[in-house]
């Protein structure tokens, strides 16, 4: 194809101009010069019933821990709407004490279409999964392996077979999978919360001692999973 040069980092560079109106050559560029970034959203907050103020001192607390550790590379926690309960806990405690907002922020989207629908790049996506890490279910587990077809699926089972509450596991998504080529994701980082829902397995029937102990492990995990994909 024709090439053109368009700004990166202050520099010029050469990129090919891509036919593909998904694949635009200037959000290409935008993607390179983009620090790696992780989105995840809430883990246990909606179909594992897990208490909302809870959950967003310990996202807070493990941000802020992690922070420090990721170099140039961002965290954002992602959901659905702007009415989020979740995002708002969340961005008040950031505020509040003072994280640092290019390496910390929060984002309404949804996480399969946050680039090509929200113009933000992440190369890793967290899931907040089952145990068996089965597509389906409904909620982000369901969005992420419908968006990343059967790729994901077979690249998970590769991986692991099931996970334990309070830990994650790293996937690389197949340049195969429609995630990796439309929006551009690298990683999938499966995770599994605490759960406090009577209806699914391994319900903590109310004990938040053991859900909170589960929950900053599930956090600790993940984003020991990120640090372990930017290195
Ligand atoms: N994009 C961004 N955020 C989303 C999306 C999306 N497409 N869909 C949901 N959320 P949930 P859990 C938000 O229920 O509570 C599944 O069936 C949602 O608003 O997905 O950990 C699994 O198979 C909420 O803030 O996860 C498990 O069995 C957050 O994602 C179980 O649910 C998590 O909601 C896990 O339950």
């Known amino acids: 194809g024709s090439k053109r040069l368009v700004p990166f980092s202050g520099n010029a560079v050469e990129l090919n101009e891509c036919k593909d109106p998904t694949v635009g050559s200037i959000s290409y560029a935008a993607s390179l010069s983009d620090p790696p970034t992780l989105a995840f959203p809430s883990i246990s907050t909606s179909d594992f019933q897990f208490n909302h103020?809870?959950?967003?001192?310990?996202?807070?607390?493990?941000?802020?821990?992690?922070?420090?550790?990721i170099g140039n590379a961002r965290l954002v926690l992602v959901d659905l709407t702007h009415g989020s309960k979740i995002l708002s806990l969340v961005r008040a405690k950031a505020l509040k004490r003072n994280i640092d907002s290019k390496k910390f922020f929060t984002f309404v989207g949804d996480i399969t279409r946050l680039h090509s629908r929200g113009g933000l790049h992440c190369n890793v996506i967290a899931n907040a999964a089952n145990w068996r890490l089965k597509p389906g279910g409904g909620g982000v587990n369901a969005a992420i392996f419908t968006a990343?077809?059967?790729?994901?699926?077979?690249?998970?089972?590769?991986?692991?077979?099931?996970?334990?509450?309070?830990?994650?596991?790293?996937?690389?998504?197949?340049?195969t999978s429609p995630l990796f080529s439309q929006e551009r994701v690298t990683h999938v980082i499966h995770v599994l919360g605490p759960n406090m829902n009577p209806q699914r397995s391994n319900c903590l029937d109310n004990d938040y001692v053991k859900g909170c102990k589960i929950l900053c492990d599930a956090y600790t995990s993940l984003f020991e999973g990120f640090v372990s994909i930017i290195r």
């Not at 103020?53 to 550790?69: D, L, P, R, T």
């Not at 099931?162 to 998504?173: D, K």
Request: net charge negative; proline share 9%.
């Open 53 to 69: 103020e809870k959950a967003s001192e310990i996202i807070i607390e493990k941000v802020e821990e992690f922070v420090n550790k």
């Open 148 to 175: 990343a077809g059967p790729a994901l699926e077979t690249a998970t089972k590769e991986q692991a077979k099931s996970l334990l509450p309070g830990s994650a596991v790293v996937v690389p998504l197949p340049s």
